[in-house]
């Protein structure tokens, strides 16, 4: 490994994999780079600082300009995809598969981020391909918070154009084209909601520089995608043609049940079990809720419990001391103790 000295008096490294621990020579003269730990101590007694001062004070310099090493930030492991096993179709054996593909493999589909030209790419050649399989429903589960108009016009089109029917379900939330794509991708009747998502739809917003021409092109361009957009909505919700261009005008936030009334949607898809089921002493009032939580409200299990927010505490049970000694059986004939030679063991 070369080494090269720099304009102070300090060696870098010129070449390697290693990272260089730039140490700054202080009346000692220059310092060659990538050192040991014990070649480190060395240049740490020529100093009055320990060694562990001088690693840390060399590691954490950063003179501007500078192109000494940089204390790297401590981030999270990252969270794997979870593997599911499963069998393909065709085949004997199962396989582990990514969790996405197996939802994949049952024609499920789901769109997690804003809709840019390579998520509608990749959606558009995922929903050509399901197509080819069979003539089974896709569903389309959605938790977009927007995206790009004309990508998402060219998911719309393709979903409109295979043969499979297709079905629409929101979960966590639905704005802007996410919220078009969901009133007007999915099949009418077959449009679902989870019962805490959020939904808003708008127009379409854009911005234009250059000559005062060019700028009136592209305002007119962008009046005419509102107007068919608008147009859309319009057939797939039920709403006069006027009443959405005035609603959506500014952003129109909605929850699932007034996106019901809106024509956005069909149906909710409800739990279970309703929360009436509970018993009334579990149910505490809203006002209560609202004033008990305007701070942070500690609480241990047993407050936890009379409060309604969990059910039961998981106790383990105390083990049983160990017996000191020989055990001691009584004859009561005999009135005697005998000891046992067998001991518990532990």
């Given at each position: 490994m070369a080494t090269q000295l720099g304009p102070n008096g300090?060696?870098?490294c010129a070449a390697g994999s290693r990272r260089a621990v730039r140490v700054q020579a202080s009346g000692v003269g220059a310092y060659v780079g990538v050192k040991s730990a014990g070649q480190l101590q060395q240049v740490a007694k020529q100093k009055p600082e320990g060694?562990?001062?001088t690693a840390s004070k060399q590691i954490n310099v950063r003179s501007r300009g500078s192109s000494g090493p940089r204390r790297r930030a401590v981030t999270m492991m990252p969270v794997s995809t979870p593997k599911v096993l499963v069998r393909p179709v065709g085949q004997r054996q199962y396989e582990w598969v990514d969790l996405w593909e197996s939802y994949t493999m049952?024609?499920?589909v789901f769109i997690r981020e804003a809709i840019s030209e390579d998520v509608a790419n990749n959606m558009i050649a995922l929903t050509l391909y399901l197509d080819s399989l069979d003539k089974k429903r896709i569903y389309y589960w959605l938790n977009c918070p927007?995206?790009?108009v004309t990508p998402t016009l060219a998911l719309y089109d393709t979903m409109q154009y295979v043969r499979s029917p297709t079905a629409t379900v929101c979960y966590g939330m639905c704005l802007g084209m996410g919220g078009f794509l969901l009133t007007a991708g999915g099949e009418k009747g077959?449009?679902?909601?989870m019962p805490h998502s959020i939904l808003m739809m708008h127009h379409p917003s854009g911005a234009s520089r250059g000559q005062a021409s060019e700028m009136h092109i592209e305002s007119r361009e962008l009046v005419r995608v509102r107007d068919y957009l608008s147009l859309v909505i319009s057939d797939s919700t039920g709403q006069?043609?006027?009443r959405v261009i005035r609603e959506l005008s500014r952003n129109k936030w909605m929850n699932p049940k007034e996106a019901i009334e809106c024509g956005?949607?069909?149906?909710?898809?409800?739990y279970t079990e309703s929360l009436t089921l509970l018993p009334p002493s579990h149910l505490i009032s809203l006002l209560q809720v609202i004033r008990e939580l305007s701070r942070n409200k500690w609480m241990n299990p047993k407050e936890a419990i009379e409060y309604g927010m969990i059910d039961k505490v998981l106790t383990t049970p105390m083990p049983k001391p160990p017996s000191i000694g020989p055990k001691f059986r009584f004859d009561r004939e005999q009135g005697t103790g005998e000891a046992m030679q067998s001991r518990d063991v532990i």
């Open positions: 300090a060696s870098r060694f562990w001062q049952n024609k499920v927007g995206g790009d077959y449009r679902y909601s006069p043609y006027d956005m949607i069909d149906k909710v898809l409800t």
